[in-house]
């Protein structure tokens, strides 16, 4: 299997691009967290590649870095695609109260809600695909965004959702929006011992998902603010068996 890595732009975001093969017809877009590096998941991809076996071969991941520089606050090399109050959220985080970070819309989301639906259009168009062959997530902040941009940016939902320690956000948009997600296969996880974003965030994201009817696999574990070769082998069962789906969709057509 020949696995090439290759520095690509789409619309504002500079990427990091892993091809399984030489002709991948299925899009896999993960988004890194606040304070990270742009190419902090790229390793994931190796993971994701052992994972779907031949079936690799079919993928092209991509790995976008947030437009923010932190550099200026003293994290030099780190991105987020907003800024935070870190001293507010641990407080919430300590005071195992999520009302407000539920709640809150983050200035800046709708900026970076932007930038990545932008440079999703763009790949899935030097692609040649659609939405039905996208798999898009991330991890915290990346995570948050990813469930933001399936549901209330990208103009038809992608087939598979992944959120590793992410939360729940802008609770009343997101709940109004949910069922658009009722064909989209998800994928979250989170620690129940995340000192960051609280598990109680994880688990009311994870109940807004079974109100709305949204195939969604849960995998809590007993750990911190990370994620598990678990929920990253079943985000590949899931990308594999997305795959499947527009194969037979595919053969249905030609009949």
Request: glycine share 8%; charged share 20%; aromatic share 8%.
């Amino acid at each position: 299997m020949t696995i090439s890595a290759s520095r690509e732009r789409y619309a504002e975001l500079d990427c990091v691009q892993v091809d399984g093969g030489p002709n991948p017809d299925t899009l896999v877009v993960a988004l890194h967290g606040y304070g990270a590096p742009g190419g902090d998941l790229v390793p994931v991809a190796n993971e994701w590649t052992r994972a779907l076996g031949p079936a690799a071969s079919r993928a092209r991941f991509v790995f976008p870095a947030a437009l923010l520089s932190l550099d200026e606050e003293g994290m030099p090399g780190a991105r987020a695609w907003w800024r935070l109050n870190m001293a507010r959220l641990l407080q919430m985080t300590e005071a195992r109260d999520i009302t407000e970070l539920r709640t809150h819309e983050p200035p800046g989301l709708s900026e970076a809600r932007h930038a990545v639906v932008e440079a999703i259009e763009e790949m899935m168009q030097v692609l040649g695909c659609g939405p039905q062959r996208v798999a898009l997530g991330g991890f915290s902040q990346g995570a948050m965004l990813s469930v933001d941009v399936a549901l209330r940016g990208l103009a038809e939902p992608p087939g598979v959702l992944f959120a590793y320690s992410g939360t729940l956000i802008c609770e009343a948009a997101w709940t109004d929006a949910a069922m658009r997600l009722v064909n989209t296969e998800t994928v979250q996880s989170h620690g129940s011992f995340d000192p960051i974003l609280p598990f109680e965030g994880a688990e009311a994201m994870y109940e807004m998902w079974k109100v709305a009817g949204v195939p969604v696999h849960f995998f809590p574990f007993d750990g911190p603010h990370t994620l598990t070769i678990e929920a990253v082998d079943e985000t590949a069962a899931a990308i594999r068996r997305m795959m499947d789906r527009n194969d037979s969709a595919a053969a249905s057509e030609s009949a």
